[in-house]
């Protein structure tokens, strides 16, 4: 699939307009109104990052001072846009039903083995977390059992578990797919669904663990273990009927050093065990070690909000199908400090991306005619916590998925000037790569595949809630080719947000900041959106998609 998009971004590449990929219907030379794409500059889009980066947004936290000034601003900027309310009530609002958990004073983990034991530091040692809507969770004395990368994939072959049992045991699991040298096994250097740290969570739950705890290794995660310590707040979920009592009693998080301890005070070598987990003949090692830890929990429930805006189609026998625009508004609210700053601005994560929305519904008002298609622009809570807003409108949508054509998914906008380039988070997915690669050949630059595939990103956004329901998703990331650039320039870039602002009171907007990238990548989320609102079709899943039969059995009934 991936050979085909390239070939594509090769025939396109230079040519202004009016290049046509071959395979797919895509409707090339449909122009974008001008006064739309007008209507996306730097001055109009810097503003609106300015105002929900500002300390005075409170970082955004859902269930906060922050989500009712987030919510009110966004609602005031699509409502003087004449933008119409997104909610079948009449409101811009959807209900998110929400509870908070937040774990009190700072509980201690001792693994013991006979008389020794050690002691891990909440926050410095160890995270951890119980998803219980209850006021407290334990392990008590909880046999560990190392499950390695704690997958099961039959179309591998691959059984980490092997039958063992599980039941009020405490499973200590690596993080992301074992490192294999055969490529066509998993995703080779790409991260799969199978390690995300959210699946081992899930095998837990599946085997009726009491606890899981995930070992940090930097590279393997993809971002610090200072990004787990962000966990050691409030955390949201979803309000499921069985108040999550299914889930294990406690989930977490060990630094790498002290997993190192544990599996020396149960007579073992980490790296061997480790290295030994690679392979398919694993099978799971009691450690002859115990767990314990309590974690007291302050529970409340929020109605926390999507906020949603609606621009109704031109054409009355398409106006109820749907291309839907996505961006998360929310961030990490007002937490533990770092060098003296307690706001999480969260001004690139994700203002940005909420700007850039905002910027997309002017765009589209500023059409003289609207699209044939109706398009919905949704600015959705609590990605942070795990997606929950766009989980919730996915699984209780608006209009129906039946008749939405495409999510585009906004998560982090450019801010380091232009680019060559736009890199495409599972490039090759569907055919919206190829309205894409279009509109970027037409803007004489060229897609690229996720430079980082081993960060599992596709896993990592809001548009994953709609390819999971089976809607067409596309997730752009940031090119890396800067215009005027050493080569490695941008990725050198990536890394450095990464290691040091990302999910950190420091993401904030700085005099360097340069949205003209940014710009461009909007007029580009723009032509796409607006070709596929006046497409004579759907755009669909590439054969061999993890996708796409749900989505076939979806437009069947
Ligand atoms: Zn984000």
Not at 1 to 15: D, E, K, N, P, Q
Not at 298 to 308: A, E, Q, W
Not at 384 to 402: C, H, K, N, W
Request: with cysteine; net charge neutral; charged share 25%.
């Amino acid at each position: 699939m991936r050979s085909r998009v390239i070939r594509l971004i090769l025939l396109c590449a230079g040519l202004a307009v009016g290049c046509r990929p071959a395979p797919s219907g895509t409707p090339a030379g449909v122009a974008v109104p001008p006064e739309a794409l007008a209507a996306i500059d730097t001055a109009s889009f810097m503003a609106r990052i300015r105002a929900l980066a500002d300390d005075s947004m409170l970082g955004r936290g859902p269930g906060s001072l922050g989500e009712d000034r987030t919510v009110a601003y966004l609602t005031g900027q699509l409502q003087s846009l004449g933008l119409a309310p997104g909610n079948t009530d009449g409101t811009y609002i959807q209900k998110v039903p929400l509870v908070g958990i937040t774990p009190q004073d700072q509980p201690v983990l001792r693994f013991a083995k006979g008389a020794r034991a050690i002691s891990l530091k909440w926050h410095d040692d160890f995270v951890a977390w119980t998803k219980h809507v209850a006021d407290q969770a334990k392990l008590d004395r909880s046999d560990l059992v190392f499950v390695g990368y704690g997958i099961e994939a039959p179309e591998f072959k691959w059984d980490d578990f092997k039958g063992v049992d599980l039941a009020g045991k405490t499973m200590v699991v690596l993080v992301n797919d074992p490192p294999l040298a055969d490529t066509t096994q998993f995703g080779g250097r790409a991260m799969t669904y199978y390690g995300r740290w959210t699946y081992k969570y899930e095998q837990g739950m599946k085997h009726k663990a009491a606890g899981v705890l995930i070992v940090h290794e930097t590279d393997r995660a993809g971002y610090p273990f200072s990004v787990v310590q962000g966990k050691t707040g409030e955390q949201f979920d979803l309000v499921t009927p069985d108040k999550n009592m299914s889930r294990s009693d406690i989930e977490g998080w060990i630094t790498l050093d002290q997993a190192r301890a544990l599996f020396t005070l149960a007579g073992q070598n980490f790296d061997t065990l480790k290295a030994r987990a690679a392979a398919r003949e694993f099978t799971p090692v009691p450690l002859g070690v115990t767990a314990s830890v309590t974690i007291t929990n302050k529970l409340r429930t929020v109605d926390s909000r999507n906020v949603v805006a609606r621009l109704e189609g031109s054409d009355p026998a398409l106006k109820d199908e749907y291309v839907v625009y996505s961006a998360h508004w929310d961030h990490f609210g007002v937490g533990l400090p770092v060098k003296g700053d307690s706001i999480y601005n969260g001004a690139y994560d994700n203002a940005s991306g909420t700007a850039g929305l905002l910027m997309l519904a002017r765009a589209f008002k500023a059409m003289p005619t609207p699209p044939k298609r109706s398009i919905l622009f949704l600015s959705v809570t609590a990605e942070e916590q795990g997606l929950l807003g766009s989980q919730y409108y996915s699984v209780a949508p608006i209009y129906p998925l039946a008749k939405t054509l495409a999510d585009i998914n906004m998560d982090e906008i450019n801010k380091w000037g232009p680019t060559k380039d736009l890199t495409v988070i599972g490039l090759g997915a569907s055919e919206l790569d190829d309205y894409a690669a279009q509109a970027a050949g037409e803007q004489g630059r060229t897609l690229r595949p996720d430079p980082e595939p081993e960060k599992g990103s596709y896993y990592r956004s809001d548009h994953f809630n709609f390819a999971k329901q089976g809607v067409p998703a596309f997730n752009p990331g940031v090119g890396v080719d800067f215009v005027g650039r050493p080569t490695g320039w941008g990725l050198q870039r990536l890394e450095e947000y990464t290691s040091t602002d990302y999910h950190n009171p420091s993401d904030e907007i700085r005099p360097d900041w340069d949205m003209r990238g940014g710009v461009d990548d909007l007029k580009l989320f723009l032509t796409i959106g607006y070709r596929v609102a006046q497409a004579d079709k759907f755009p669909e899943w590439r054969p061999g998609n993890e996708f796409r039969a749900t989505r076939e059995a979806m437009l069947k009934r």
